[in-house]
C-alpha cells in the first residue's frame, strides 16, 4: 500500500494500478496504431498498382487498335495515292478523247 494519506489506501491503490495498467499498454497500442497504418498503406499501394495496371492495358490496347486501323487502310492509302497521281496526270484529258473518238466511229 501506499504511503498514508488523507485519502484511502485502496483508492490511492487502485488509481496506481490504473496508472500502470495504461503506461503497461502504451508499447502494445502503440505498436497496433503502427501496424493499421502500415495495413492502409501497403492496401492503398495495391489499390494503386491495380490501378496503373488497367490502365495500362486500356493504353495497350488501344494502340492495338490504332495499329489495326492502320494496317486495314493500306488499300485505301494507296488506292487515293494512285488516283491522285492520275489526276494529276494527262491520262484523263487522253481517256476523254479517245472515248470521243470511239463514240464518233460507232455513230
Known amino acids: ?54 490502365q495500362l492495358a486500356i493504353a495497350g490496347q488501344a494502340a492495338t487498335n490504332q495499329g489495326v486501323i492502320q494496317i486495314y487502310s493500306v488499300d485505301t492509302m494507296a488506292g487515293a495515292v494512285a488516283a491522285s497521281k492520275i489526276s494529276q496526270s494527262d491520262t484523263p484529258d487522253n481517256m476523254m478523247a479517245l472515248l ?4 464518233a466511229t460507232a455513230a
Open 1 to 54: 500500500m501506499a504511503l498514508p494519506t488523507p485519502v484511502n489506501g485502496m483508492i490511492t491503490d487502485a488509481v496506481t494500478q490504473a496508472n500502470v495498467k495504461v503506461l503497461g499498454d502504451a508499447p502494445a497500442m502503440a505498436m497496433g496504431a503502427i501496424y493499421q497504418s502500415l495495413a492502409h498503406s501497403t492496401g492503398i499501394l495495391y489499390e494503386n498498382a491495380t490501378s496503373s495496371q488497367q
Open 100 to 103: 470521243t473518238a470511239l463514240r
